[in-house]
Antibody
Framework: QVELLESGGGVVQPGRSLRLSCAAS????????MHWVRQAPGKGLEWVTL????????HYADSVKGRFTISRDDSDNTLFLQMNSLRTEDTAVYYC?????????????WGQGTMVTVSS | SYVLTQPPSVSVAPGQTARITCGGD??????VHWYQQRPGQTPVVVIY???DRPSGIPERFSGSNSGKTATLTISRVEAGDEADYYC???????????FGGGTKLTVL
């Protein structure tokens, strides 16, 4: 069964850091580019960052560039998101998602999400 | 950066046809994808590359894209189609992913 499972969310003060993880199972993790997408409470989807299948290319939304870092450990089938200098506007459910080249490079598999709340 | 514009809401009676638009500068030159997000659930691809349907998506879902507007059409709307719908494109060469603001489909 193809599955993504996020963890690491929680409540954190502005300016602090948090590291999210996404455990993949049921597919060859190393073959797929992976993304983080977030959704603020009651709001729409916002793409955050992407890492290529071999980890050599990373791209970030302007809103998180310089503060967030995406990485992957293919030996452990895990995707990470290191979030530094957190702001109240980073409050959201964070989803990891698989990019499928056979489906128009869309996000065909999503995790259930992990909630990050930035508040003093 | 590239912006996609969707109407916040669309309402339709059961059995009728719903059309959800997604506007963007010369969007007709980009492949457009559509996601359905039911309340409390994660997004699901319903249309990719303008008009292709993933396996398992009913034929009632179709898409088109030309000029400045892409459109998701849902025929014979059912109560289960009530959801938020998002269009999405890739903004090349930045390799950024762009989502529209989302449209809430209400089945009357």
């Amino acid at each position: 069964q193809v599955e993504l499972l996020e963890s690491g969310g929680g409540v954190v003060q502005p300016g602090r850091s948090l590291r999210l993880s996404c455990a993949a199972s049921g597919f060859t993790f190393s073959s797929y580019p992976m993304h983080w997408v977030r959704q603020a409470p009651g709001k729409g989807l916002e793409w955050v960052t992407l890492i290529s299948s071999d980890g050599s290319n990373k791209h970030y939304a302007d809103s998180v560039k310089g503060r967030f870092t995406i990485s992957r450990d293919d030996s452990d089938n895990t995707l990470f998101l290191q979030m530094n200098s957190l702001r109240t506007e980073d409050t959201a459910v964070y989803y990891c998602a698989r990019e499928d080249g056979d489906l128009g490079n869309t996000f065909d598999i999503w995790g259930q999400g992990t909630m990050v709340t930035v508040s003093s | 950066s590239y912006v996609l514009t969707q109407p916040p809401s669309v309402s339709v009676a059961p059995g009728q046809t719903a059309r959800i638009t997604c506007g963007g500068d010369n969007i007709g030159s980009k492949p457009v994808h559509w996601y359905q997000q039911r309340p409390g659930q994660t997004p699901v691809v319903v249309i990719y590359d303008d008009s292709d349907r993933p396996s398992g998506i009913p034929e009632r879902f179709s898409g088109s894209n030309s000029g400045k507007t892409a459109t998701l059409t849902i025929s014979r709307v059912e109560a289960g189609d009530e959801a938020d719908y998002y269009c999405q494109v890739w903004d090349n060469p930045s390799y950024h992913v762009i989502f529209g603001g989302g449209t809430k489909l209400t089945v009357l």
